[in-house]
């Protein structure tokens, strides 16, 4: 895989807009790669690559990434710090679920894995389990707030929705709605096996309720806010915790990173952008 | 209008005072949609991002829970199944020769849940193109069900799929008794699966629907066709609720109710306009012009026939074009605007018999008969009469049908014809399909 050659990169916008140092990508880089058993890259050859004045390898590509990954916590992806041939990042990523899916770098092997070039089993099942972790809060929560099955029994009706969704995947179209009204039926049998310890609320009667739709809107929004933080990389996630959450000040997130409050304030923009940029890609229309 | 970016929008609710102008970009947010709804739903993420049960949630989700696990062992055992199925069958699905000499069901190593699955989906799509030999492939995912060990977990969901494909088959067959028992059993095997009960249900009931529907039998139909398009609404199934809500309205034709008929075609109309289906949408335009024809509408009627022509054009289904140029024909000649009924029916008996379709030209032919008689104009309609040839499946049907031209010929040799005769004789062909029984009577 090569690079261009152009005048600023990717690689160095980037890497200027995080104000990231480069000696701290090479011993970022150079620790991935002894955990991986590949080969670092010297500070001379990343200059040169982060100019452009040098292409990078496959290998190279994948711990510069990585690299980058855990120091700023931002989920990059290889397009996004280099310039690759148009038909290894054109390919959309496959996803029967039709699920945006992180490309799970800690057990990637190769950068191939950012861009497959067909859905393999592993890209498959990446679709599955974020399917799985971001439907499940949603279904989760219609389960134990509109039918108010306890905790345990939800997350046990939750599961079995998947596996009856698993053994019907040939013939079920639109898999969320699916699972959506799977979870509701089998919450409505949940209660009609228990008539005696509590009765169905009126939303549980057959008909479907007029208000639900907004209310399962709003959770769809709230599980979607979840399964985007799930996804972000830790250091995105803990920063932006410790700000929205924790209401903690930048100058106090700044010394626990021993990074300076202008670069947490960067940080903040590109992670919230970052969280952004999935929310809308999860509570967006349907494909 | 020049919009703000996502960044710059992204710091100013971040912090106004990262903003060199807020007080610009706040009278712009006023007056812009698009960037104010930007702004909304960057607030919602910072508002939600405050909520502790969200990043409890965020907690537990980032651990791999037990469930999970169980469902990915699951998910990869179907999917190897399905992908071993798919290469151990690749070769005789192929050949519908090849797939009956094979006898799989026969062979152990073909009995799998991966292979039943496969086997539906293959016959799901050749019942349209090629009904025996779906029927066949699904039989065969219906024997080897019967093979997967009592205590497999999907060998009665196995079993009921391939029951409800084999009943897809024999309803393109024709042979709707076999339809229904094949249904019927495929119900018997819905149990134990609360999540999905009910869709698998409606899935039979939809199709039970249709053979009623096709059987001529609306009434049974319309209220199961009602109970599976709730169901799959529920589902948000919104491709199988349509199809079921246009069974429905079908029945509501046939049984002569098209003023209720028509609510559920504006239904499917408005469904394949919102989707940009045009298939949908050519269908739903299709059925409520003959309902609209059936209300004497003919304005309405007349509108939608010309946007269902018009589509079958840009779908390249001349077939379909030309039947809509035949529907639009005869409501004019039932309207009673002859002329121009009696040129239409004149263009489409040309146009399906350049088809091949012989059957249908022979009752447009009639069609045009009627009119022409009824309109004083009997030149041509003797020769055009005695030219009708009609083609049967069946010996029985051949010998009624023959019967039928017969009494027909008859009263062109005595010079007897009238238009009474012509319907008696179309009407007769028009439903011997549904009813091969029926001998042929002379008009009372």
């Known amino acids: ?287 | 209008m020049t919009h703000y970016d996502d960044a710059t929008l992204g710091a100013y609710v971040l912090d106004p005072l990262l903003v060199e102008d807020a007080a610009e970009l706040e009278t712009h947010l006023r007056a812009c949609a698009q960037c104010s709804a930007v702004v909304d739903e960057l607030r919602t993420l910072d508002a939600t991002m405050r909520e502790p049960e969200v990043w409890s949630e965020v907690d537990a989700t980032r651990v791999r829970s037990e469930q999970l696990v169980e469902a990915l062992a699951l998910r990869a055992s179907i999917v190897d199944e399905d992908r071993a199925a798919a290469g151990m069958l690749a070769h005789y699905l192929r050949s519908p020769l090849r797939f009956r000499g094979a006898d799989i069901s026969a062979q152990s190593r073909f009995w799998s849940a991966g292979v039943v699955r496969v086997l539906c989906s293959a016959a799901h799509t050749m019942h349209e193109k090629q009904p025996r030999f779906s029927h066949d492939v699904a039989t065969e995912a219906w024997r080897i069900a019967q093979h997967l060990p009592k205590e497999h977990p999907s060998r009665a969901l196995c079993a009921g799929m391939a029951l409800r494909e084999r009943a897809i088959a024999l309803r393109y067959l024709g042979r709707f008794a076999e339809a229904l028992d094949a249904l019927a059993a495929a119900e018997t095997l819905v149990q134990g699966t609360p999540a999905a009960d009910a869709f698998d249900r409606a899935l039979i009931w939809a199709n039970r629907a249709t053979v009623y529907m096709e059987s001529e039998r609306p009434r049974e139909a319309i209220p199961l066709a009602q109970e599976a398009a709730r169901v799959f609404r529920d589902y948000h199934d919104t491709d199988r609720e349509i199809a079921t809500v246009m069974v429905e309205a079908c029945c509501h034709v046939l049984s002569g109710a098209p003023s209720r008929a028509v609510e559920g075609f504006e239904r499917v109309i408005a469904a394949g306009r919102a989707r940009g289906d045009n298939v949908t949408l050519v269908r739903g335009l299709h059925n409520a012009a003959v309902a609209h024809a059936d209300l004497r509408d003919l304005d309405r009627a007349t509108t939608y026939y010309a946007e269902a022509m018009a589509l079958y054009d840009e779908l390249d289904l001349p077939t379909e074009k030309t039947r809509a140029r035949w529907g639009l024909a005869s409501a004019l000649v039932v309207a009673g605007e002859l002329q121009a009924g009696i040129a239409g029916l004149a263009a489409a008996r040309k146009e399906l018999a350049a088809l091949g379709l012989t059957n249908d030209a022979a009752l447009a032919t009639f069609e045009w008969a009627e009119a022409r008689l009824a309109a004083g104009l009997p030149e041509g309609v003797v020769e055009a009469c005695r030219a009708i040839v009609v083609t049967f499946g069946s010996e029985r049907m051949e010998r009624n049908a023959r019967m039928a031209l017969a009494y027909l010929n008859e009263a062109l040799r005595k010079g007897t014809l009238t238009p009474k005769i012509v319907r008696h004789v179309r009407e007769y062909l028009r439903d011997l399909p549904s009813e091969p029984e029926r001998a042929f009577a002379p008009p009372a």
């Open chain 1, 1 to 287: 895989m090569e690079t261009r050659t152009p005048r600023s990169t990717r690689l160095q916008r980037v890497i200027t807009a995080l104000g990231v140092k480069p000696l701290h990508v090479v011993k970022e880089a150079a620790r991935i790669a002894r955990e991986l058993g590949l080969r670092g890259i010297s500070r001379q050859h990343f200059g040169r690559v982060k100019s452009g004045r040098a292409k990078a390898t496959e290998e190279k590509i994948f711990i510069i990434v990585a690299a980058l990954r855990e120091l700023t916590g931002i989920s990059f992806r290889a397009h996004n710090l280099f310039e690759l041939e148009p038909e290894a990042v054109a390919v959309p990523f496959h996803s029967n679920a039709s699920v945006p899916v992180s490309s799970g770098l800690h057990s990637s092997r190769s950068w191939r894995l950012f861009v497959p070039d067909e859905p393999g089993p592993s890209a498959t099942e990446a679709a599955f389990e974020a399917l799985y972790t971001q439907y499940g809060v949603l279904l989760r929560s219609i389960a134990m707030r509109r039918f108010r099955v306890p905790p345990d029994d939800a997350e046990a009706l939750v599961h079995d929705t998947f596996v009856a969704y698993l053994e019907r995947h040939t013939v079920i179209h639109d898999v969320k709605g699916w699972l959506i009204g799977a979870v509701s039926n089998a919450c409505k049998h949940y209660w009609r096996d228990r008539q005696h310890e509590a009765p169905l609320l009126p939303e549980h009667d057959e008909t479907a309720d007029p208000a639900a739709p907004t209310t399962v809107e709003r959770w769809m929004q709230r599980s979607a806010v979840v399964a985007v933080l799930a996804q972000l990389g830790v250091k995105c996630r803990e920063t932006l915790r410790r700000y929205y959450l924790n209401e903690e000040p930048k100058e106090v997130i700044a010394e626990g990173l021993s990074t300076s409050p202008g670069y947490v304030l960067k940080l903040l923009i590109a992670c919230r952008r970052r969280a952004h940029e999935l929310f809308r890609r999860l509570a967006g229309p349907k494909e």
